[in-house]
């Protein structure tokens, strides 16, 4: 992609409104631009991004047999009725057009409970897993940070259905691996734990997926031993122990919501009457599971975890562009030379932004540091001279002279 021709651009001057480092850096840097509180547009950078995370979540998910549908937004409320879910503060409600009430979904159970039950009458029916990935709506007293608390925003919603629990636990324990997948590939494996959190009225706990930043607004009580936290809501009920050793001595963090576990049971498969017949021709109650990530969220996440002064430092599985290809100088030489390698890079298939502006060296180093692209490619009379690429990661100081005839090669 030519910089000169992509579609959103960079400032300089900071957003009067954002409230944290991802709501800034993501704006200035070009990747979305915000609509109202909590509600944003996704430009082309962001928009790669956004798709690289969900990527990512999608392959884990139907590694374990998750099969992808998409939902809608729009369900009548008469489906909230039922599951006595029509009084969430957080859900916004229309009017249809024959006075019939309308919500946004603010989560799928009541849209995906009758779905699949259209689907599953016997034991040779289950278990089923779906998912989607879409946008929830959701009227929050205090949309803030950017994207990690928004208003509308993007989640990765699984529902498992089982003929009794235990199958639910089994496959509720191989979700949890798949999610510890998930936030390895994107780089935040490390910093990320499984916390015991509440579990709502049908399971004693349920469990989130909490990711240590100083910004997040959970508070986590953390088990060095185990290497598992407690959500600071459900601390009391554990008298200050950990539930897996029973350790009382627990680092107290800030973590990032990213992701949250439940086994539903029959909480929703009983407000719509979801059976099965079993192998004896019984009617059977359904158990059910839901698996929730927030790809919007985790991408708020990344950005808070990976910057520095200069702008955002993108881990390599989830960087809008694998290179920062960077021509200085208005001379015909150094231009010529650039695109000859943007076209050679852009053959071999690696993903390029090529900045090729009329621009000062200064502006066009500043940019790329502020965009965060991890490899830097930088064509110059200097490095020309020596018939040669300057070469610099974005998470690194040095520098280094790569040969012109070796850059492409080394590229992966
Ligand atoms: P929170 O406690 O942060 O309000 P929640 O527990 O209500 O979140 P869930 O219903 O568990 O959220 O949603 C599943 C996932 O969706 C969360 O783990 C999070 O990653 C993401 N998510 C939830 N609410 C938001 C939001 N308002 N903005 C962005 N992402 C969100
Ligand atoms: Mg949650």
């Not at 993007?154 to 798949?178: C, I, Q, R, W």
């Not at 009920?237 to 009382?248: F, I, Q, Y």
């Not at 979801?274 to 019984?282: H, P, R, S, Y």
């Not at 053959?347 to 000062?360: C, I, N």
């Amino acid at each position: 992609m030519r910089y000169s021709q992509l579609f959103g651009k960079t400032s300089k001057s900071v957003p009067a409104d954002a409230d944290s480092v991802n709501a800034r850096l993501l704006t200035q840097a070009g990747f979305v631009s915000k609509q109202l509180s909590g509600v944003y547009n996704y430009l082309p950078l962001g928009l790669r991004v956004l798709n690289k995370i969900q990527n990512i979540i999608r392959e884990e998910m139907n590694a374990v047999g998750g099969n992808e549908i998409l939902m809608p937004a729009l369900t009548q409320e008469e489906n909230y009725v039922l599951t006595g879910r029509n009084k969430l503060d957080i859900l916004f409600h229309l009017q249809g057009r024959d006075e019939s009430q309308l919500v946004l979904n603010q989560s799928h159970e009541e849209v995906v409970t009758p779905l699949v039950q259209k689907n599953v009458f016997s034991y040779r029916d289950l278990p089923v897993a779906v998912y989607q990935i879409q946008n929830k709506f959701r009227n929050e007293p205090r949309a803030k940070s950017g994207l990690l608390r928004g208003r509308e925003f993007n989640m990765k919603d699984m529902y498992s259905f089982h003929a009794d629990n235990e199958d639910l636990d089994k496959y509720y324990e191989t979700v949890k691996g798949a999610y510890h997948k998930v936030y390895e590939r994107l780089g935040l494996g490390e910093i990320t734990v499984l916390a015991y959190s509440s579990g709502g009225t049908f399971s004693k706990y349920s469990h989130e997926f909490q990711t240590f930043c100083d910004i997040g607004e959970d508070t986590i009580y953390y088990c060095g031993h185990c290497k598992i936290g407690v959500n600071k809501e459900i601390i009391d009920d554990l008298k200050g122990a950990c539930p897996e050793c029973g350790n009382k001595e627990l680092e107290e963090k800030n973590a990032i919501e990213v992701g949250n576990i439940f086994k539903l049971g029959q909480r929703f498969t009983n407000a719509f009457s979801f059976t099965f017949t079993d192998n004896e021709g019984k009617l059977q109650p359904v158990e059910m599971g839901c698996y929730g990530i927030g790809p919007s969220r985790l991408m708020g996440t990344l950005v808070e975890v990976f910057h520095d002064e200069k702008g955002i430092i993108w881990p390599e599985a989830v960087a809008p562009y694998k290179v920062h290809l960077i021509s200085l100088g208005q001379d015909e030489e150094i231009n010529k030379e650039a695109d000859k390698l943007y076209d050679e890079l852009c053959e071999k298939g690696a993903e390029v932004l090529y900045d090729d502006r009329e621009l000062s060296a200064g502006a066009k180093l500043a940019d790329a540091d502020l965009i965060g692209i991890p490899l830097r490619l930088v064509v110059s009379k200097k490095t020309l001279e020596q018939k040669s690429v300057e070469w610099k990661m974005r998470n690194q100081k040095d520098v280094e002279m790569v040969k012109m005839k070796d850059v492409v090669k080394k590229i992966k």
